[in-house]
């Protein structure tokens, strides 16, 4: 940028270049411009014109590139208001004038074009954004076929030529610097000779955007200066680079304007790919020029301030799953193959899946990617997921897909042959267990696991019955139906087997005992179901329960109920499908922090990171008496592809630390709950511990409000319990204190709108 030659023009001084050369007695008023001066004419009914005066190192030919290409876009049959040049009363469409200074300045006269820059317009809506890239296609339009000696020049501004801006690499500290190599590599892996070159405007940033008053509409593109012969593409992929920026989501407002120039103007898939390359370049040139800006004018502070955007915008990208941009993308352009709209997906589903499964939310997402503790869907919005405790480790875990993929291009195959794949994850699993539990049986879902532990403490007691706790699941199957009071007593369900007995849940918020000795009292209802109907096989149990709306039982509970189950013959099976694996935080399983030892636990859900696997840990005891000459055989269950999940599973735990992870951000996430409960009589309870957590609301609607409005904000949660009216916190254990704080502000702008 070429600031020393700019000119430097009084007000008084434009207004006599103003009365001379054109002959109109108007009022100036300086514009702002850092390479040339600007000036606005403008008489009492407002401004009329733009008097422009050229950096003195301004080539004339790109003047006149500028002149032409206004006439040219004056004429084209683009919908928008260009400025028309004014010619001076010499005829002369360029004046040379000298300066105060002696140079010699070049001055030209604009009419001025109504509109407000779309930077100051906020928010910017769907269809602004894609009237912005319908504007700059039927520019693009306009300029077919425009040729002129001087748009093939040297600007550094020209992506093509982002080399230039490379140079200054070095300038930037780390970890800044690393950070934007990725995208500097990706601009060095572009094929440019696939990308057709023309002239382009080159520099649609919001604000040469113009929109109307009501800032629904791009009305004009100002601003010729950056001009050049260039891959067409870049146009576009400047604009979204500037549409970006200040946006919840950046790939959202980007993929507007892409669909609106798409519409008019087909982007080639060469060009639909190279896109979001070229957009992200085009954010690291900027800054790469503002550190070299920086450099030669260190006391400038604006150069710090006016780079934050793009620094920001930059961070958020680098956390963007590698290729989702692009996709999205793609889709928008029809070039992803095998992409479906989400209303054919929902008719699919409606058409051909059984009908018993419901689709969270009342507009269903479209999800395509997961990374780390997000959901990116189809249209370039991400979610910050609260529920999912499958992806335990994190969405899309490198090091778990790197370890099931290379065993899978292996091996995989059932248990009958040694492999060291099982015998390390048992050993693993087990060291990581009470010693009493010390046998496995590997399955593949966490039914399994409980229709095994079922048929284990059955064949361990020589009876049927089977307590259980009011509100809990355990699974999916027949037997695991019947001991699931959610399902059993919930829609559809044919109510209480015989053979089962429902323990109240240890809820000391709703249910009806409180206070010190609340443990106690809970446990004492097994006694009293021993009393009434005989001792059972098992009492099954969640550590924490999940469905019952996050309950956490109180102290002594578990330590009570299992040492009566067992007085009477009984075996104790710690349900951990949702809870195992580090969660709580504070220890590695929930009963744990009951300070209890099962005979049975039972895994699922996390245990390999959304691989299909289970797992049931039993004493020697329990397993001897399963072995009775009947074969237990899982076709699927400990096949080395599921150990190498499950083993990456575990090394990410230990050398992430994530159950510490778990501890930490949940002690600060209940901590804000509680700060929100305090403030919003709606919540009547929180409750839970390390990444396992519940906020009770009055009713269900309240609930199932604020997650529908969460979602809206960017944050996905549940509901839950036996009223429904339970948010469940449940994220993959990698949620951090800043996811914690985003989901405790949405929380508290959701629970401020009137209607909750
Ligand atoms: N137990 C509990 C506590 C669960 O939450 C679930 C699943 N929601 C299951 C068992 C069953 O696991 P799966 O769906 O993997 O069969």
Redesign the pocket.
């Known amino acids: 940028m070429n600031v020393a030659g700019a000119p430097r023009f009084t007000i008084a001084g434009a207004e006599r270049l103003a009365r001379e050369f054109y002959g109109l007695a108007l009022h100036a008023e300086p514009l702002p411009s850092e390479r040339d001066q600007n000036f606005v004419l403008r008489d009492s009914s407002g401004p009329r014109f733009v008097l422009k005066i050229a950096n003195r190192e301004e080539a004339l030919e790109v003047l006149d590139l500028q002149n032409k290409l206004l006439e040219r876009l004056g004429r084209g049959n683009t919908g928008l208001a260009f400025p028309r040049l004014v010619a001076a009363q010499s005829g002369l469409e360029i004046t040379p004038v000298a300066g105060e200074d002696e140079a010699a300045y070049f001055v030209r006269l604009l009419t001025w074009v109504e509109g407000v820059p779309m930077a100051t317009v906020q928010p910017h809506s769907a269809g602004l954004l894609r009237s912005m890239g319908a504007g700059l296609a039927r520019m693009q339009e306009a300029l077919q076929d425009f040729q002129h000696p001087a748009a093939k020049r040297i600007l550094y501004w020209d992506l093509r030529r982002a080399s230039m801006a490379w140079r200054h690499l070095d300038l930037i500290p780390e970890p800044r610097r690393r950070l934007l190599q990725p995208f500097v590599d990706g601009w060095h892996s572009l094929d440019w000779d696939r990308l057709p070159p023309s002239v382009i405007y080159n520099d649609a940033n919001d604000y040469n955007v113009l929109v109307d008053a009501a800032g629904t509409r791009v009305v004009s593109f100002l601003d010729l200066g950056d001009v050049v012969h260039t891959a067409t593409v870049c146009d576009l992929a400047i604009a979204i680079a500037y549409a970006m920026l200040d946006k919840q989501d950046p790939i959202a407002a980007a993929a507007e304007v892409v669909r609106g120039y798409h519409e008019i103007r087909p982007l080639s898939e060469a060009e639909a790919d190279a896109l979001y390359t070229l957009a992200a370049a085009r954010l690291c040139a900027s800054v790469c020029y503002a550190a070299n800006q920086i450099r030669q004018a260190p006391g400038n502070q604006y150069l710090y301030i006016s780079n934050r955007p793009a620094w920001e915008l930059l961070g958020k990208l680098a956390s963007f799953p590698q290729g989702w941009p692009g996709e999205v993308f793609r889709r928008v352009c029809r070039y992803s193959k095998g992409a479906r709209t989400a209303a054919s997906l929902m008719e699919s589903r409606r058409r051909l899946l059984g009908p018993s499964l419901s689709i969270s939310y009342s507009e269903p997402l479209h999800i395509v990617r997961g990374w780390r503790q997000h959901l990116y869907d189809a249209s370039g919005r991400r979610y910050l997921d609260c529920v999912n405790n499958v992806a335990h480790v994190g969405h899309a875990h490198p090091r778990v897909n790197e370890a099931a993929a290379r065993q899978m291009a292996l091996l995989n195959t059932n248990t009958r042959y040694l492999h060291e794949n099982l015998a390390e994850y048992i050993e693993r699993l087990t060291a990581l267990l009470p010693p009493a539990l010390s046998v496995v049986y590997l399955v593949c879902?966490?039914?399994?696991a409980?229709e095994l532990a079922l048929r284990l403490a059955r064949a361990h007691t020589g009876r049927d019955r089977i307590f259980v706790l009011d509100a809990g699941?355990?699974?999916?199957t027949s037997a695991l139906i019947d001991i699931s009071p959610y399902k059993f007593n919930g829609s559809g369900g044919r109510g209480k087997p015989a053979h089962v007995e429902i323990m109240p849940l240890p809820d000391v918020h709703r249910g009806p005992h409180r206070g010190p000795d609340a443990g106690s009292r809970y446990a004492a209802h097994v006694d009293d179901a021993i009393r009434r109907g005989g001792p059972p096989a098992a009492f099954f149990a969640?550590s924490a329960s999940?469905?019952g709306g996050q309950i956490l039982f109180p102290p002594g509970y578990l330590a009570e109920a299992f040492a009566v189950v067992r007085q009477a013959g009984g075996v104790c099976v710690a349900?951990e499908?949702?809870t195992g694996f580090g969660r709580a935080g504070s220890h590695f399983w929930m009963f744990e922090t009951q300070g209890v030892v099962p005979d049975i636990v039972?895994m699922?859900?996390p245990i390999a990171n959304g691989h299909p696997m289970?797992a049931v840990v039993t004493t020697r005891a329990i397993a001897d008496s399963f072995a009775n000459g009947m074969e237990y055989f899982n076709t699927f269950g400990g096949n080395p592809v599921s150990c190498a999940a499950g083993l990456a599973v575990l090394d990410v735990i230990r050398d992430e630390g994530l159950q510490q992870n778990a501890l930490s951000t949940g002690d600060y996430l209940l901590a804000g709950l509680r700060d929100l409960a305090r403030r919003f009589p709606a919540i009547e309870d929180v409750r839970g511990r390390g990444l396992f957590l519940g906020v009770e609301l009055s009713d269900a609607s309240t609930a199932s409000a604020l997650v529908e409005r969460m979602k809206v904000s960017g944050v996905l949660l549940s509901t839950d319990g036996p009223l429904h009216n339970v948010i469940k916190i449940k994220p993959p254990i990698v949620f951090d204190r800043s996811d914690a704080a985003v989901l405790l502000s949405g929380l508290r702008t959701a629970l401020s709108q009137n209607s909750i």
Not at 445 to 448: A, D, H, T, Y
Not at 473 to 476: D, I, L, S, T
């Open positions: 879902s966490g039914s399994e409980n699941y355990h699974g999916n969640e999940g469905c349900d499908v949702q039972t699922g859900k289970g």
